[in-house]
């Protein structure tokens, strides 16, 4: 069976949870976590990295939540080769269907001696105490030598032949901080399996960083090569230049079927849902040119092109539309649908309502929505749901009225009335534009001291009355937290946007993350 899946099988390892989840602002609460797991589960993905256990309260309860819910996907942990680490990430999955352990150290000559200060025989001898620490928790141990693709070959294979012999079931080999190309990775992975002792008894993985540009590159020349896993994020989410697109990887596979000749259990009906899902949960918008799932990604603008296609699809196209799921995403809810199909409609998409209280709160922002805009997306219920979940759970300010006023030759103003932990306040500014006079009137009455650096705009969908999706991000006291709004009015959008933000500085959800 092993070496069936090793041959067939390309094993999909998303860390859009963990990984995903250490670009600058895109904490995610426990419930968020929880819902990108579910439509993870509907994707097919085989590993779903739900966090790091030691990390913080906070990540060991959404891992938890996790291995709880999700029956179909295997739920991970990662820890660090520390006796603590890997004891919270047993104790975070042990509820889980299938879990896994992920541990890891450092074999590079870089990270020992100025990071972890310890020798190789160090090393060495941690490695394999953390795979049989994380023995006494599960059969399924995954081992990272992290910064692999800075260490020696010689240790990399002494590390590898000692942790399988003591029971590691996986080896990822992880471009840490993307700095290999396709051919040299490649033959690492390709040299690796050759000298590693019992390398079939495993599968061997990979985890590549974009940071030349190359990570999907890398990740397909490991696969090319013997690799059988491959560890990716949803929009190539992660931080500094992100991880692995997993769409990208997925889709590479099953069109060059011709190289590769491996199946995967992605529904890739399910992939467009997903990255917007993920777009719109974390506040991180995907680049309209971005290959699979960017609004762009299917449009032919070369009259030449437009030409081809319309005498034969394959002319320009490679791949169809509705295959990645373009198309699939209207529902058929309006202002005349009911409370029963409104919340039906929601638990179809996976969204755990908790209560009554919500799901009444939801239902009339649905129906305010609905007599704006004449056709409901499901990206349209996710953001509101987004939404009604965060003034749920952080509502320290609270958005009332905005009132703006702009016009050809005068100074934009506005007037805004903010409930601040229950009691109404009112401000007005003026701005170089209405935005801007919104945020100095929301100024005025939190007094924050944080520096807005980024504030960006996005249509959730199609159309001159498809909601606006604002993402602002804010930054005091070496804390970074995105800050989302959603409205058919722009100018509202943005204030919900900014006030959410102010409401993540204010709340305890926000948590550092240490680095991996």
């Known amino acids: 069976m092993q070496q069936e899946i090793q041959n067939n099988k390309l094993i999909i390892f998303d860390t859009t949870l963990r990984d995903g989840e250490q670009s600058p602002g895109a904490s995610m609460t426990q419930e968020e976590k929880l819902r990108i797991a579910r439509q993870l589960e509907k994707l097919g993905v085989d590993v779903i990295e739900a966090g790091f256990a030691a990390a913080s309260p906070g990540d060991f309860n959404s891992i938890s939540a996790v ?171 992660g931080e500094r230049a992100g991880n692995a697109s997993l769409e990208e990887i997925v889709m590479a596979v099953k069109t060059r079927k011709d190289l590769f000749n491996l ?104 129906k305010d929505l609905a007599d704006k805009k004449s056709e409901i997306f499901d990206e349209d219920l996710h953001a509101l749901m987004s939404e009604e979940y965060t003034s749920e759970a952080i509502e320290h300010y609270k958005l009332i009225h905005l009132k703006t006023m702009s016009e050809t030759g005068t100074t934009p103003h506005a007037v805004i009335k903010i409930s601040e932990n229950g009691k109404e306040v009112m401000a007005e500014s003026s701005g170089g534009g209405p935005v801007d006079a919104t945020f100095k009137a929301i100024e005025k009455i939190a007094n924050s001291g944080s520096e807005l650096q980024l504030y960006s705009v996005n249509n959730i969908t199609s159309g001159t009355d498809a909601q606006g999706e604002v993402t602002v991000r804010l930054a005091k006291g070496g804390r970074i937290v995105n800050g989302q709004g959603a409205d058919t009015d722009i100018v509202i959008a943005s204030a919900k946007a900014y006030i959410n933000g102010l409401n993540k500085l204010q709340s305890k959800l926000e948590r550092a993350h240490p680095q991996v």
Not at 133 to 146: I, K, P
Not at 263 to 277: E, H, K, N, W
Not at 327 to 346: M, P, Q, V
């Open 67 to 237: 291995a709880k819910n999700i029956k179909e996907s295997t739920v991970c942990s990662l820890a660090r080769a520390v006796e603590n680490d890997i004891r919270k990430a047993g104790e975070a999955i042990q509820h889980a269907k299938k879990g896994r352990i992920h541990t890891f150290i450092a074999t590079s000559k870089i990270h020992m001696e100025n990071k972890l200060r310890m020798s190789e025989d160090e090393v060495l001898d941690r490695a394999v105490q953390a795979v049989k620490w994380s023995l006494e928790y599960t059969d399924d141990v995954e081992f990272s030598a992290e910064d692999a693709v800075r260490s020696e070959i010689d240790f990399l294979v002494k590390v590898f032949n000692a942790v399988i012999k003591v029971g590691a079931k996986t080896i990822n080999v992880p471009d840490t901080v993307g700095y290999s190309i396709p051919g040299v990775w490649g033959e690492r992975m390709k040299a690796l399996i050759q000298q590693v002792e019992n390398s079939s008894k495993v599968v061997w993985s990979t985890h590549c960083h974009n940071d030349l540009g190359m990570a999907v590159a890398n990740s397909l020349a490991a696969v090319m090569n013997g690799a059988r896993q491959v560890e990716c994020t949803i929009n190539g989410l």
């Open 263 to 366: 199946t995967t259990s992605i529904d890739t009906t399910q992939i467009v849902p997903t990255s917007r899902l993920v777009s719109t949960i974390t506040g991180y918008p995907v680049q309209p040119n971005k290959a699979i799932v960017g609004a762009n990604a299917f449009a032919h603008e070369s009259g030449i092109h437009q030409d081809g296609v319309l005498k034969h699809r394959e002319t320009y196209e490679i791949m169809r539309a509705q295959d990645v799921g373009w198309g699939a995403n209207k529902i058929s809810l309006g202002k005349l649908s009911g409370r029963n199909a409104f919340k039906t409609r929601l638990q179809e998409l996976g969204i755990d309502i908790q209560s009554e209280d919500i799901i009444n709160a939801a239902f009339a922002r649905f």
